[in-house]
């Protein structure tokens, strides 16, 4: 029986607590939120009629700072994957340094049947709804599954008309409002920065690697053009549609402009030697690489036998169950966890804030290269502390967040 989201982060953060000896009474704090809202979110349809849907904004911790961490807008966006969320943004801000504390927000609902103007007011009510618990330097959303810079600044502008005009009330904006350039790309570029790192470390070159991509939106679609950029070979992506492989390599850049007018990667098969290839296969592909960058959990103790990538790069948030992440260990995949490997988007987030409060924007060059920077040393300490604990990379990303986080509930004297 495989674990529930918040179950499975729990196994991660006990493990993690043994290995730093976290003192019992901390390790009681940091096990549950500080705060969990859940709002009736009621918007009219275009058609007149009323849907009611379910909002949550938790607040799993602060010690280290704001409150940080995106929304999404999903059917499965509850209240038990939303707690699971936001602690794990508490270990990735810690672990990557930034002056952060761990958040998530969620409505229970299908963006996809709903039109431009359902889901604007719909984003409106739900900042009306938990506006109270937001702010500047309380808790700053952003931009997650389903939800965009267009999104944001629906949100922005709500909460402006609340409390006056407030761009650094959530990050991933458009550029217009205070967005900074190279946030878009961050998450998707910043995991092949990780993904760089650890083929330096392991004596490989980036540049020969055959990649396959399950997810090809803001996450996906970034990192396949980044490996392109690099040198790499992406063999395989695929979307809610279904996957195109090609043993030669993607059209990265065709399939992104596909993506963009509204369509599916699907539409290129076919064409050029492009084949079909279904979401579960193409974990199954022979690559060397392979990057979960859709909605997880999708490597599991049923499937993770036969993940034949040597090296997993962890896009999505959860993609693997502990179950798949022993097996994986077992067999010596290398598994890069999602609190570093996705981290550029909370990294980028941090740099758009301090941008914002300053009122003065930064060049892209600027930003991607403190992105890489943060990323590398991230996952140096990360590796250090493995080598050193003799531990796998994600028990070492936990441990060396739980440990920051912990330092801080102590010095401010919570516990």
């Avoid at 090809?216 to 979307?239: C, K, M, P, Y």
């Avoid at 064409?271 to 999708?298: F, R, Y």
């Amino acid at each position: 029986m495989e674990l529930s989201p918040v179950e499975a982060v729990n196994v991660y953060f006990a493990e993690a607590a043994r290995i730093i000896d976290l003192d019992p009474d901390v390790q009681e704090v940091l096990g549950s939120s500080y705060r969990e809202v859940a709002v009736q979110v009621p918007v009219r349809l275009d058609n007149g009629d009323l849907t009611v849907v379910r909002g949550f904004r938790v607040q799993h911790n602060g010690a280290r700072g704001p409150y940080k961490g995106g929304v999404r807008f999903h059917p499965s966006a509850d209240l038990g994957e939303v707690r699971a969320l936001a602690a794990l943004m508490t270990w990735k801000t810690a672990l990557l340094e930034v002056p952060f504390g761990g958040a998530k927000g969620g409505v229970e609902v299908d963006p996809t049947t709903m039109s431009q103007g359902e889901i604007q007011r719909l984003t409106r009510r739900y900042t009306r709804s938990i506006h109270h618990v937001l702010g500047v330097y309380r808790d700053i959303p952003a931009p997650d599954v389903n939800t965009n810079a267009q999104v944001m600044a629906w949100m922005m502008d709500e909460y402006s008309l609340l409390h006056g005009y407030s761009p650094a009330i959530v990050t991933g904006k458009p550029l217009a409002f205070g967005g900074a350039p190279g946030r878009e790309s961050a998450t998707g570029r910043g995991a092949i920065y990780v993904l760089d790192a650890v083929c330096t470390h392991l004596g490989l070159e980036l540049a020969q690697q055959r990649v396959a991509i399950q997810g090809f939106g803001q996450v996906g679609s970034w990192a396949a053009r980044e490996l392109v950029e690099r040198g790499a070979t992406v063999v395989a992506v695929s979307d809610v549609h279904g996957g195109v492989v090609r043993p030669e390599g993607l059209d990265i850049e065709a399939l992104a402009a596909a993506t963009r007018a509204g369509g599916s990667v699907v539409d290129a098969v076919g064409k050029d030697g492009v084949e079909a290839v279904g979401n579960p296969e193409l974990l199954e592909l022979d690559v060397d690489v392979l990057i979960p960058a859709a909605l997880g959990p999708v490597i599991t103790d049923a499937n993770a036998e036969r993940i034949r990538a040597k090296i997993v790069v962890e896009g999505a948030n959860y993609p693997t169950t502990p179950g798949g992440d022993k097996l994986l260990a077992d067999r010596g995949v290398v598994v890069v966890p999602d609190i570093l490997a996705n981290a550029g988007g909370v990294t980028g987030s941090y740099f758009e804030w301090t941008q914002n409060i300053q009122q003065f924007t930064w060049k892209e060059e600027r930003f991607l290269t403190e992105l890489a920077d943060r990323l590398a040393k991230a996952y140096r300490d990360t590796q250090a502390c493995a080598d050193e604990h003799h531990i796998s990379l994600r028990t070492a990303a936990f441990a060396l967040g739980v440990q920051r986080v912990a330092d801080a509930v102590v010095m401010r004297g919570y516990v």
